[in-house]
C-alpha cells in the first residue's frame, strides 16, 4: 500500500513559478513510476508528467513541455513537479499517482493523492 501526499500548491501569477510535491509513505514507493495528473474545472483528468522509478526517464504533456519539470528523490520518497512560465490554462488540481508506467496509463491498482489546488491569475 502506498500512500500520496500533495503539499505545495496555491495562487501564483502567470508568468511565475510554482513547486508541488509528493510525498509517498513508504520506502516500496520507489519501485513505482510516478505521473501528476491534473483536473481543470468541468474537465477530465489529464496527464502532465510522468518519471520512472529511478529518475532517470520522464514524460511530458505537450502542453507543459519545456515548462514544467518532475524530478524525484528516492532517499526522501518524495517527486517534484517545478511549474515555470505558468499561465491560466495550468489553473486545476494537481494529483501525483504511483503506477506501471510513466508515461500516464492507468490501471486500476494504481495509487492516488488527494491532490493540491494550484490557481494562476492572470
Known amino acids: 500500500q502506498v500512500q500520496l501526499l500533495e503539499s505545495g500548491g496555491g495562487l501564483v501569477q502567470a508568468g511565475g513559478s510554482l513547486r508541488v510535491s509528493c510525498a509517498a509513505s513508504a520506502r516500496t514507493s520507489s519501485a513505482y513510476a510516478i505521473n501528476w495528473f491534473r483536473q481543470a474545472p468541468g474537465q477530465e483528468r489529464e496527464f502532465v508528467a510522468g518519471?520512472?522509478?529511478?529518475?532517470?526517464?520522464?514524460h511530458y504533456a505537450d502542453s507543459v513541455q519545456d515548462r514544467f519539470t518532475i524530478s524525484r528523490d528516492n532517499r526522501n520518497n518524495t517527486v517534484y513537479l517545478y511549474m515555470t512560465s505558468v499561465e491560466p490554462e495550468d489553473t486545476a488540481v494537481y494529483y501525483c499517482h504511483a503506477g506501471r508506467t510513466y508515461t500516464g496509463i492507468i490501471y486500476e491498482d494504481d495509487y492516488w493523492g488527494q491532490g493540491t489546488q494550484v490557481t494562476v491569475s492572470s
Open positions: 518519471i520512472n522509478w529511478s529518475g532517470i526517464m520522464t
